[in-house]
């Protein structure tokens, strides 16, 4: 059995620990697959896009070419896509809601659907293809991570087995449009990226103590369970430090609260000094510290107990109660009270200082057979975030962090750099052709330009950098794929793909009084397309309209869906988890709200300071519980 050395006084690098958490970071499924709107949107929007490719193949018949099997299939997918969104509130679809196969046999369903009309009709780079890259886009926001890597697979295979079937597309179309949809998937990717980060920063202000900078009540209850896991499959020894400091009432009242906080928050640095690599440290309350040690013994943890008393007593006499077990059944429970027992010995006989007590515990832990689970991997935690760099804000509600903007922008110029090239290395006529030629480098290097201005995570908070940078992109991507369509045949051209998913990048990652500019935008590009295209192209215009609106609505349900999650964790980060009150940083948000209110308002405020006397004594005196 390996023990920590407490004398090394190593640390892993946070910005380690940050990284691993955010890699293996997926949104809780339960709260988004199941929720109502998550659950009918899709069905409608395949409701609306099956009725508009019939619309669109009966159009198109009148011109000679009617597709009456298209026609029927794209009905029959309408009747079908009716039917379920008709029974999502029925007690057949509340049970099977927020099943994931329920989605993946969905998506199956649909994909199969348009590789067959694909098939059937004009090949890989029949424009009712494009509906694909919104399935590729929704799989990367909404899914989680190994099933979204299935799901672009399974895409890419898809398009490569439709162009075997029908190979009337040209090689170079083809590997344009599965470039479409690596596109496609990967917005998505960044919008999921985006939602789950701002979910963990306000994860990690609800695990930490604003005062002091450490783990609070909740966070440090997190990683308890976290340590424990590895400590009870391989009965390695763990210990628990409960710190507490002997006359802080006195400075409270002597000297006032802000001496007090000032003390506070220097024991809040005082404390990690020379602690071992995987300690974790956390204020539970008031004057109370906690540090949890994984593979340190009893032996150890009382050296390690007296040498934090010393590094304390400069300012403040500490009390050190320590739980020490190395048994299979031992839960945090047990931990907590033989440490707060080990914590009143101390304060009943002021010359034990430290005093340190093995748990144990009868308990029956239920264990899953097989392979042990890993442990999960360290919250986030306000200290990781500031030793890193990345300051703890609150997320915006609008998400509009730069680093989306630029990984947004880069694969606009992906894609286009490779448009461009295309048009550059192919024979054409036509002004359209001539724009695409002379303007095509510089609109990229442009897009790239763009891209840079937005470079880093601070939130993009001034008006003219947001203007220029995101109605910049829309103005790039309409000019762009607008003359690309205007050059490969107006509506019907593959590119016209990406009016979607800019608009459904942009209704995930914003808010929708900005997002419905870019809904603006990208509709009258379209409609642009079909004034200036050939009228032989305007027999899709309906399955453009139905496209822009699915974009839209699978866009802003996402939005809403992965935001609720920012919001859930942000009202859990103000609120005090022994309580059920505000905390400090809740209660100072509210706070100043009402002070600038009542100023606007010119009516008095009153704030009342309510300090509960002689509590420290019953702490002391019967416990902490």
């Not at 963990?200 to 909740?218: F, K, M, P, Q, W």
Request: glycine share 12%; hydrophobic share 50%; proline share 4%.
């Amino acid at each position: 059995m390996e023990f920590v050395d407490v004398n090394r006084g190593e640390t892993r690098p946070p910005d380690r620990r940050l990284r691993q958490g955010r890699r293996r970071t997926d949104a809780p499924l339960d709260r988004i697959l199941g929720r109502r709107d998550v659950a009918i949107v899709p069905w409608l929007s395949m409701l609306a896009g099956a009725l508009a490719i019939a619309l669109s193949f009966w159009l198109r018949g009148l011109e000679g070419a009617t597709n009456e099997a298209a026609v029927i299939v794209a009905l029959g997918g309408a009747a079908v896509a009716a039917g379920f969104a008709a029974i999502q509130d029925s007690w057949l679809g509340l049970r099977f809601r927020g099943s994931l196969w329920v989605y993946v046999i969905v998506s199956a369903t649909l994909l199969s659907a348009l590789a067959t009309l694909a098939v059937t009709d004009g090949g890989l780079a029949t424009p009712i293809y494009s509906a694909s890259y919104l399935l590729a886009s929704y799989l990367g926001l909404v899914f989680p991570r190994r099933w979204r890597r299935v799901g672009l697979v399974v895409l890419l295979a898809t398009a490569a087995g439709v162009q075997a079937a029908n190979p009337v597309t040209p090689i170079f179309d083809a590997v344009m449009i599965a470039g479409l949809t690596v596109a496609a998937w990967i917005v998505g990717v960044i919008g999921s990226r985006a939602h789950h980060w701002a979910a963990r920063v306000a994860g990690a202000l609800g695990s930490y103590d604003e005062l002091t900078g450490l783990l609070n009540r909740r966070g440090l209850l997190l990683q308890v369970d976290r340590l424990l896991a590895p400590a009870q499959r391989d009965a390695g020894p763990i210990a628990l430090m409960i710190v507490d400091l002997d006359g802080f009432k006195a400075v409270n009242d002597e000297y006032g609260h802000a001496a007090g906080d000032e003390l506070l928050a220097w024991v809040g640095r005082a404390l990690p000094t020379g602690l071992p690599m995987d300690a974790e440290v956390g204020r539970l309350g008031g004057d109370e510290f906690a540090v949890v040690l994984p593979g340190v013994n009893a032996v150890s943890a009382a050296k390690l107990g007296r040498s934090l008393r010393d590094a304390l007593s400069p300012r403040i006499v500490a009390s050190v109660g320590i739980a020490t077990s190395e048994s299979r059944s031992v839960v945090a429970h047990d931990l907590f009270r033989v440490a707060d027992a080990a914590l009143y010995q101390c304060k009943r006989d002021r010359t034990l200082g430290t005093q340190a007590l093995v748990a144990g515990s009868a308990g029956r832990i239920e264990r899953r057979r097989g392979r042990p689970a890993e442990p999960a991997k360290p919250p986030l935690s306000f200290a990781r975030m500031r030793a890193t760099g990345f300051a703890p804000k609150v997320p915006e509600p609008g998400l509009t962090y730069g680093w989306i903007v630029t990984q947004g922008l880069l694969v606009i110029a992906a894609a286009g750099a490779y448009v461009v090239a295309g048009v550059l290395l192919t024979d054409g006529s036509g002004l359209w052709h001539a724009l695409m030629t002379y303007l095509g480098i510089p609109w990229v290097a442009l897009t790239v330009g763009l891209a840079l201005l937005s470079v880093g995570r601070g939130v993009i908070t001034d008006g003219w950098r947001f203007w220029t940078i995101l109605l910049g992109g829309d103005a790039l991507l309409v000019i762009g794929v607008g003359v690309a369509m205007l050059d490969n045949g107006g509506l019907v051209a593959p590119i016209g793909g990406a009016l979607f998913l800019k608009l459904q990048f942009m209704a995930a990652i914003l808010p929708p009084r900005h997002s419905r500019v870019t809904l603006v935008s990208m509709s009258l590009t379209a409609v642009l397309v079909a004034v200036l295209g050939p009228a032989s192209s305007l027999w899709v215009a309906p399955f453009y309209v139905a496209m822009l609106g699915a974009a839209y609505g699978l866009g802003s349900i996402g939005y809403r869906a992965l935001d609720d999650l920012t919001t859930a964790a942000m009202e859990q980060a103000h609120t005090d988890e022994l309580t059920g009150l505000r905390n400090r940083s809740g209660f100072g948000e509210v706070a100043g709200e009402t002070l600038q209110a009542a100023s606007a308002a010119g009516t008095p405020l009153a704030v009342l300071a309510l300090d509960l006397d002689d509590f420290k004594g019953i702490n002391d005196e019967r416990g902490h519980a």
